[in-house]
């Protein structure tokens, strides 16, 4: 922490709300650690494997809650948004297992995602069949049971009651994830279709398997917690951070798109192009097939998903989206969601430091290089 941050109100208590978040999050496993001990100390990887994921990230999702929590009134550091936070986390963990073995990738945070990781255990212990499907079998248990606690942590929160706004924006948040999720990798196997319609695709799944989930709902869920919402409530103060959030989350989003074709491995943790050996149709594909000749269109569609890319062929494909225009066009697209967030941010009624606060988040995660 610079001495600048040190002075600065927002950032000391974004500092305790992490704190607390940690150690809430140390305490949980301690307390998991327990109960999966005397199944047997075989089951303690999977563990293991899930408290060193969660243990990495932005925390953009928790803080968000955080500071939607106080903006509406919310009392500081209390257990339920610290409970919230976890939650979140944990289902982000939950998504980030899932979505690795979804695309088959072999890093997460510059380390071996979790089903590369139980792959290697197979082959270090000698266990017998194959280590390929143990991995993925592993990490698919490991998955499920992050979301089976994240919803536990979250139904613990003292006074959440199945007529809270909360509790539905939760249940909202994972369906639409889960929903968006699979718009992805159907566009990952349809037929080639007119770039418009891929355009369309990418844009509703960077809105429901992303956007939504990264800030708009975790912004009005701490809201909702803090104004002790019950479903259904009016409440214009959440109609305002989501109109703040959704854009947001969105611009975030595109940068993450770029940051896969175009980001440095050293800072992404993930190889350079990956998104392209994935075979992922986002915004800058769709912009790059549209924009592109037949000849190179071709190119672009025989090469995306293809796992043996080259650095050669990755070169020229990054070639292409920029000499297209279509970097440039996703980079116009993410200021513009930029300039809606931080305009509907400035239209808010909160108090100073949670504006302060929000504005960090937005700046850091619309400017960002992993």
Same mark, same amino acid.
């Given at each position: 922490m610079t001495p600048q941050q040190a002075s600065d109100p927002a950032s000391l208590e974004t500092s305790r709300y992490l704190e607390a978040l940690e150690l809430e999050r140390q305490r949980f496993f301690a307390r998991q650690r327990e @109960?999966?001990?005397?199944?047997?100390?075989?089951?303690?990887?999977?563990?293991?494997?899930?408290?060193?994921?969660?243990s990495g990230g932005k925390r953009l999702r928790a803080l968000l809650a955080y500071w939607g929590y106080r903006g509406s009134g919310g009392a500081g550091l209390t257990p339920s948004i610290v409970k919230a936070g976890l939650a979140i986390e944990l289902f982000q963990t939950a998504a980030l297992i899932h979505d690795d073995i979804i695309d088959a990738s072999d890093t997460r945070r510059g380390a071996p995602s979790l089903h590369r990781r139980f792959e290697a255990m197979h082959t270090d212990l000698s266990y017998k069949t194959s280590a390929e499907t143990f991995g993925v079998s592993s990490a698919i248990l490991a998955?499920?049971?992050?979301l089976s606690w994240s919803e536990m942590v979250f139904s613990s929160i003292p006074e959440l009651?199945?007529?809270?706004?909360?509790?539905?924006?939760?249940?909202?948040?994972?369906?639409?994830?889960?929903?968006?999720?699979?718009?992805?990798?159907?566009?990952?196997?349809? /037929?080639?279709?007119?770039?418009?319609?891929?355009? %369309?695709?990418?844009?509703?799944?960077?809105?429901?398997?992303?956007?939504?989930?990264?800030? %708009?709902?975790?912004?009005?869920?701490?809201?909702?917690?803090?104004?002790?919402?019950?479903?259904?409530e009016p409440s214009s103060l959440l109609h305002g951070y989501r109109t703040f959030a959704l854009p947001l989350g969105e611009g975030f989003q595109l940068r993450d798109d770029v940051l896969g074709v175009f980001g440095e491995p050293e800072t992404t943790g993930k190889p350079a192009g990956d998104d392209l050996r994935e075979g992922k149709r986002t915004v800058l594909t769709a912009f790059t097939a549209m924009k592109v000749s037949?000849?190179?269109?071709?190119?672009?569609?025989?090469?995306?998903?293809? /796992?043996?890319?080259?650095?050669?062929? @990755?070169?020229?494909?990054?070639?292409?989206?920029?000499?297209?225009g279509a970097l440039e066009a996703t980079e116009a697209m993410i200021s513009e969601k930029s300039e809606q967030a931080l305009s509907q941010l400035a239209e808010l009624s909160i108090d100073t430091d949670v504006m302060q606060a929000l504005r960090e988040i937005a700046a850091k995660a619309l400017n960002r290089s992993s």
């Open positions: @109960i999966m001990l005397p199944v047997s100390k075989e089951t303690l990887p999977l563990l293991d494997s899930i408290e060193s994921l969660s998955g499920d049971l992050c009651t199945a007529q809270s706004e909360a509790r539905f924006i939760f249940d909202l948040m994972r369906t639409e994830v889960m929903a968006g999720q699979y718009l992805d990798i159907v566009g990952e196997v349809v /037929p080639e279709e007119e770039p418009e319609l891929a355009l %369309e695709r990418a844009l509703n799944v960077i809105r429901f398997k992303s956007a939504k989930y990264s800030c %708009e709902h975790p912004l009005a869920l701490g809201g909702a917690l803090g104004q002790d919402l019950k479903h259904g037949a000849q190179e269109r071709a190119f672009l569609e025989e090469s995306l998903g293809s /796992p043996q890319l080259d650095p050669a062929t @990755i070169t020229a494909l990054q070639d292409l989206m920029r000499n297209s």
